[in-house]
Nanobody, 127 residues
């Protein structure tokens, strides 16, 4: 079973930046589109960004477009989310997950479109 471990979450000041990582447990990572979501306290899990299995196509939510970059290094079984111009409303637990089908694109934005969620990494943005 494909498993993911997220890391890179931390306390940052408004306007700061960070890079989140999502490391896969097995090489089949390279065959699946991936996505980042986040969940703030008391809110539903929110789609942020997705990337195709090959990394050549991406899709972003309006809430992070222009401030986030999703990319992957298939050789290292790792996906990243680089975020800048952070705001207090970016405070949340950030999760990665994969599409259950092979060789897909980044157009899926619902939580139910993804499987094998990681445990999440906490991002806190102070004002």
């Amino acid at each position: 079973q494909l498993q993911f471990v997220e890391s890179g979450g931390k306390l940052v000041q408004t306007g700061g930046s960070l890079r989140l990582s999502c490391v896969a447990s097995v090489s089949t990572f390279v065959d699946h589109a991936m996505a980042w979501f986040r969940q703030a306290p008391g809110k539903e899990r929110e789609f942020l960004a997705a990337i195709s299995w090959s990394g050549d196509r991406t899709h972003y939510a309006d809430s992070v477009k222009g401030r986030a970059t999703i990319f992957r290094e298939n050789d290292n079984f790792t996906m990243y989310l680089q975020m800048s111009s952070l705001k207090p409303e970016d405070t949340a637990v950030y999760y990665c997950a994969r599409r259950p089908t092979y060789y897909g694109g980044p157009e899926y934005i619902r939580e139910i479109d993804y499987v094998d969620w990681g445990q999440g990494t906490q991002v806190t943005v102070s004002s």
